[in-house]
């Protein structure tokens, strides 16, 4: 599965963004879908996943309450809803496909895109 990330901006504090990423390849429904980001000088951390069906999510404690995962699996799509935004949350986002929602390390996710950058101004 190829994957592209898009939506990323620049934003102030507390603004809000929606990130989408594009799939391609007819096995996408068979993969969890998970976000992560990478700020400059840092890892890269997970941010949230869904699971195949989409309806059960997972999210980093640094942005539950404030970011929303979502996907939809007849357009390939899946989605970032970021609000209440916050200078710390300035990164690079990515998108990334594999086999469990509950995996939190990037290294076990299979698939990447580019990632989109995202800039919270304070």
């Known amino acids: 599965v190829q994957l592209q990330a898009s939506g990323g901006g620049l934003v102030q504090t507390g603004g809000s963004l929606r990130l989408s990423c594009a799939a391609s390849?007819?096995?996408?429904?068979?993969?969890?879908m998970g976000w992560f980001r990478q700020a400059p000088g840092k890892e890269r951390e997970f941010v949230a996943s869904?699971?195949?069906?989409?309806?059960?999510?997972f999210s980093a404690d640094s942005v539950k309450g404030r970011f929303t995962i979502s996907r939809d699996n007849a357009k390939r799509m899946v989605y970032l809803e970021m609000s209440s935004l916050k200078p710390d949350d300035t990164a690079v986002y990515y998108c990334?496909?594999?086999?469990?929602?509950?995996?939190?390390?990037?290294?076990?996710?299979?698939?990447w895109g580019k990632g989109t950058l995202v800039t919270v101004s304070s």
């Open positions: 869904v699971g195949k069906s989409g309806i059960t999510t």
């Open positions: 990334a496909a594999g086999t469990s929602l509950l995996v939190r390390s990037p290294r076990e996710w299979d698939y």
């Open positions: 390849g007819r096995t996408f429904g068979t993969y969890a």
